[in-house]
């Protein structure tokens, strides 16, 4: 079936430093991917859709200056926190819809901790 | 942004009982589907639904997909503790690569 890596699946950084997040479709060509943050005992918060070529839509009140998304190839996006702060502290989980299918893959997740 | 009403909430249940947990929504989708979400991981997809009035199984897990288009149940029978985990309907309406529509959760805790 479909499969979405996602990396790393834990962080810890200091305030101030930026982290890069990983998705990749390893099976399958994602045109598109979406990037879900998610606290904790809450359901998925859609932060921005990610287009393979050209630029992401950010939900409202999603920071585009923050969460830097790059999805430069059709098997990868990568989400960057830049200048992380502690309350960038949480979940973030990527997810694509394979082509052809209806179905929606979600990676494993990326717990990052900011210290 | 738009989001499924699911309930309920949470269940605290005896290890052998039926389960069972319904989304609704205001507006019509195409696709129902549910996931299970375990602690540290992603949502992995348990059913999907594409028709209205379809009841589609997946081992003690059955799922149908109101005839309104609306709404979604899901029904765990004979529950087991590896049943436990936060359990999530989703929709989305077909049109291009457009996200999934998430509900707020059931939150399942299995007594054994």
């Known amino acids: 079936g479909a499969v979405v890596s996602q990396h790393p699946s834990r962080v810890i950084c200091k305030s101030g430093t930026s982290v890069k997040i990983e998705c990749r479709s390893l099976d399958f060509q994602a045109t598109t991917m979406f990037w879900y943050r998610q606290f904790p005992k809450k359901s998925l918060m859609l932060m921005a859709t990610s287009n393979e070529g050209s630029k992401a839509t950010y939900e409202q009140g999603v920071e585009k200056d923050k969460f830097l998304i790059n999805h430069a190839s059709l098997t990868l996006s990568t989400l960057t926190v830049t200048s992380a702060h502690p309350e960038d502290s949480s979940f973030y989980i990527c997810?694509?819809?394979?082509?052809?299918?209806?179905?929606?893959?979600f990676g494993s997740g990326t717990r990052l901790t900011v210290v | 942004g738009q989001q499924l009403n699911q309930s309920p909430q949470s269940m605290f249940i005896q290890e052998g009982e039926d389960v069972s947990m319904n989304c609704t929504s205001s507006s019509i989708f195409n696709t129902w589907l549910w996931y299970k979400q375990e602690p540290g991981e992603g949502p992995v997809l348990l059913i999907a639904?594409?028709?209205?009035?379809e009841l589609t199984s997946n081992g003690r897990l059955t799922a149908q997909f109101g005839i309104t288009r609306k709404d979604s149940f899901l029904n765990i029978s004979a529950s087991i503790p590896s049943d436990v985990g936060i359990y999530f309907c989703?929709?989305?309406?077909?049109?291009?690569?457009?996200?999934?529509?998430f509900g707020k959760g059931t939150r399942l805790s299995v007594i054994a």
């Open positions: 997810s694509a819809r394979v082509a052809g299918d209806y179905g929606y893959t």
């Open positions: 639904l594409y028709k209205a009035g």
């Open positions: 989703a929709g989305y309406r077909n049109s291009g690569n457009t996200p999934l529509v």
